[in-house]
């Protein structure tokens, strides 16, 4: 069953919020997982896409924008508002403001929110969702 942790910025931004994500997807890429970003829409999808390329001055991530098809190169993360396909569901980034489809293969859920009232009644719902799934939900607000 997949643990689920919740990150709870102090600021209600947006681009912090993408910003995070961003650190966070570097730390899970350099550890070795090669993540799904899960987002809402294209557009969504195409600022994270951006933001991977400038967000820290010498940092590569291998990353791209998933509409169906594979990658050609498997230690990609990939970035999308679709499910995630087999093989990149074992660490999910869960940027949407939905519950996201979990497989079996899936072992870590990361939920980041900022602290605007909309983000944070979207991502109380999914904690329920989660909570009552049985998952192990750990809550990091503390995060610098």
């Known amino acids: 069953m997949a643990e689920v942790s919740f990150y709870i910025l102090p600021t209600s931004s947006l681009p912090e919020r ?3 994500a961003c650190k966070l997807m570097e730390k899970a890429y350099r550890s070795g997982s090669f993540c799904y970003v899960l987002t809402d829409n294209t ?6 896409d951006d933001l991977l390329w400038t967000f820290r001055a010498g940092s590569f991530i291998p990353h791209q924008l ?3 098809d594979l990658p050609a190169f498997e ?11 087999e ?3 074992k660490t999910l980034f869960n ?3 939905n519950y996201p489809e979990i497989s079996p293969q899936t072992e870590r859920i990361l939920e980041i929110l900022d602290n605007s009232e909309t983000t944070k009644a979207a991502g109380r719902n999914r904690y ?3 909570q009552q799934s049985g998952m192990e ?5 503390d995060w610098q």
């Open 87 to 89: 093989g990149w569901q």
């Open 95 to 97: 940027l949407s403001a």
């Open 75 to 85: 230690k990609t993360i990939l970035i999308g508002s679709l499910n995630p396909p």
């Open 43 to 48: 557009e969504q999808s195409y600022l994270l």
């Open 137 to 141: 939900i750990t809550i990091h607000k």
């Open 128 to 130: 329920r969702q989660y």
């Open 18 to 20: 993408y910003l995070f």
């Open 66 to 68: 998933y509409t169906g």
